[in-house]
């Protein structure tokens, strides 16, 4: 049974910074890219940052040069670095597994490729 367990989120000003993490359990680490999406009051899902089994790395337009992702294979985590956080950012994070292959055949911001997703993390930033 795979799972994914985030950690991280927490209320902080604008312009700060925060680190979350994505712990997966349940299946050989390597086998997975990992994702990160975010979901605002009254938004769609929208697709974050994401990273491939090779350390690829992809950021959604609006948050290139703010977050960045990283994976430590050791650990089998992910993290997302968030800095110059604005109140925009604020949203409930997931972090999502898709197989590693399946990563660079489709498109990687669509969540219909994932087959696990965790619980969820709530960010919030006041102004």
């Known amino acids: 049974q795979v799972q994914l367990v985030e950690s991280g989120g927490g209320l902080v000003q604008a312009g700060g910074s925060l680190r979350l993490s994505c712990a997966v359990s349940?299946?050989?680490?390597?086998?997975?890219?990992i994702s990160w999406f975010r979901q605002a009051p009254g938004k769609e899902r929208e697709f974050v940052a994401g990273?491939?089994?090779?350390?690829?790395?992809n950021y959604g337009d609006s948050v290139k040069g703010r977050f960045t992702i990283s994976r430590d294979n050791a650990k089998s985590t992910v993290s997302l670095q968030i800095d110059s956080l604005k109140p925009e950012d604020t949203a409930v994070y997931y972090c999502?597994?898709?197989?590693?292959?399946?990563?660079?055949?489709?498109?990687?911001?669509?969540?219909?490729?994932?087959?696990?997703w965790g619980q969820g993390t709530q960010v919030t930033v006041s102004s």
């Open positions: 999502a597994a898709i197989n590693a292959w399946v990563y660079y055949t489709r498109p990687y911001y669509e969540q219909a490729g994932y087959d696990y």
């Open positions: 349940g299946r050989t680490f390597s086998d997975f890219a």
């Open positions: 990273i491939s089994s090779r350390d690829t790395t």
